[in-house]
């Protein structure tokens, strides 16, 4: 997978993984928005939360993306870029299959998340009630270790970036797609509720995302028929 591909595929991993990201998330925006004390306009401070969970996502790419090169240097370049391309192509066809027939088969990576929001979830108090723009981009950030399947499915496509550059800008692009399901979800329960709940969209956006992880696969079929 290119890196014009990974982006895209990541872009659109955050944006029809919409419905997951409101079904972790939602509760987390709505307690952001119970806990606010100070002034301000609504929408900055929504802003704000976000740029905090960027800031944590560009984090986990940049790490993942640094990760990935040491991987493909040790294991070989062909060898270990394919084996981190299997692994993101498996783990985006999981997201499909659970978004289309809500199949659970990314749980695990929730699982393998837990460690990391066990330890930064304490802090959160820290930042609560939410009374400033600084306290704003701490819980943002905060935020973005809860052990979600699909932004860790997103950290396994950084790792393929080959750099940690580029593994920050896959996580960028994966918060981008993320940004307008998250938005809604401050701005309207009851929308978040009846998107949600639309068996069509998510029909939609299993299939597509099963179609991209289909195409990170690709060059593994040929890499495979190369080595018989």
């Known amino acids: 997978m290119n890196d014009q591909l990974l982006i895209s595929a990541a872009f659109l991993a955050g944006f029809f993984g919409g419905t997951h990201c409101i079904g972790m998330c939602g509760a987390i925006v709505v307690?952001?928005?119970q806990q606010h004390?100070?002034?301000?306009?609504?929408?900055v401070r929504r802003g704000l939360?976000?740029?905090g969970r960027l800031g944590f996502y560009a984090l986990l790419g940049t790490v993942a993306g640094a990760g990935g090169a040491?991987?493909?240097r040790v294991a070989g370049l062909n060898t270990g870029l394919m084996i981190l391309r299997l692994v993101a192509g498996l783990l985006v066809i999981a997201i499909g299959l659970n978004l289309i027939f809500n199949w659970s088969a990314i749980r695990f990576l929730e699982q393998a998340g837990a460690g990391i929001w066990r330890r930064l979830s304490p802090l959160a108090r820290h930042f609560l009630p939410i009374t400033t723009p600084l306290s704003s981009l701490a819980a943002g950030f905060i935020w973005g270790a809860l052990p979600c399947g699909l932004v860790y499915s997103a950290v396994a496509m950084a790792a393929t970036?080959?750099?940690a550059t580029n593994g920050a800008f896959v996580m960028l692009a994966f918060w981008a797609g993320t940004?307008?399901?998250l938005i809604l979800a401050g701005a309207s329960a009851e929308r978040?509720?009846?998107?949600?709940?639309?068996?069509?969209?998510r029909?939609?956006?299993g299939t597509v995302m099963i179609v991209i992880g289909l195409l990170a696969l690709m060059p593994l079929t040929k890499y495979i028929a190369s080595s018989i």
Do not use: D, H
């Not at 004390?37 to 929408?43: D, F, H, P």
């Not at 978040?192 to 969209?201: D, H, P, Y």
């Open 49 to 51: 939360y976000n740029i």
């Open 37 to 43: 004390t100070g002034s301000g306009n609504m929408w």
């Open 70 to 72: 040491i991987i493909t």
């Open 161 to 163: 970036s080959g750099s």
């Open 31 to 33: 307690l952001f928005e």
């Open 179 to 181: 940004l307008p399901a």
């Open 203 to 205: 029909r939609v956006a």
């Open 192 to 201: 978040l509720t009846r998107w949600k709940s639309n068996k069509a969209f």
